[in-house]
Each structure stands twice: as C-alpha cells, then as structure tokens.
C-alpha cells in the first residue's frame, strides 16, 4: 500500500500552522484527510477553551495563513474544506 504524497505535505505543514498561528493560542494542528476525494480538515488545537471560542469567531485570517503556508509546500489549497478546533480542556472531558 502507498502513501499518497499529500501526507507529506501536510506532515510539513504541521508545525509551520502551529507556530504561524500560537499567538492566537494554537498549540498543535491534526488533520482528517480523504484522499482522492480531495478533502482535507484541519483541526487547531488550543489550550483554552476561551482561546478555541476566539479562533471560532475569527476564522477567515486563520485559513487565509494555513492555505498561505500549504501553497508554499505545494499542496493543493483547493483541498482545504474546513477548519476547526478544539481546546484540550473540551477534548479531555
């Protein structure tokens, strides 16, 4: 079985996003990928719950960087459906 080489792309991408965006909190990105399909969610993962709630309600400038950084890898941004996050406070409860 292969690995599609998007994989990779993302993998490099991972701690670009996160340290691009840790002044709004971003602690660490985790991705849910379909491949053909093209489909690709990116999950933000923040300390806080407050710090979640600010990325939700400002979310644009957020995916304006994370394609800004997968273009630059050579990733297909078209690819990107949704982001989200998630606090580590909401994931351990």
């Known amino acids: 079985m ?3 080489p998007r994989w990779r792309l993302l ?3 991972r701690q670009l996003i996160a ?3 840790a002044e709004h909190g971003v602690r660490g990105v985790e991705y ?3 491949f053909p399909q093209n489909e ?3 999950w933000l993962g923040t300390k806080t719950e ?3 709630d600010a990325l939700l309600a400002h979310q644009d400038p957020k995916v304006d960087t994370i394609r800004q950084i ?3 890898l050579g990733y297909p941004t078209n690819n990107l459906t ?3 996050s998630t606090s580590s406070v909401s994931a351990d409860s």
């Open 2 to 4: 292969t690995t599609d």
């Open 82 to 84: 949704h982001v989200h």
């Open 11 to 13: 993998q490099e991408a």
């Open 19 to 21: 340290d691009r965006l």
């Open 40 to 42: 690709t969610w990116v």
């Open 32 to 34: 849910v990928a379909a």
């Open 70 to 72: 997968l273009s630059s």
């Open 50 to 52: 407050a710090q979640r």
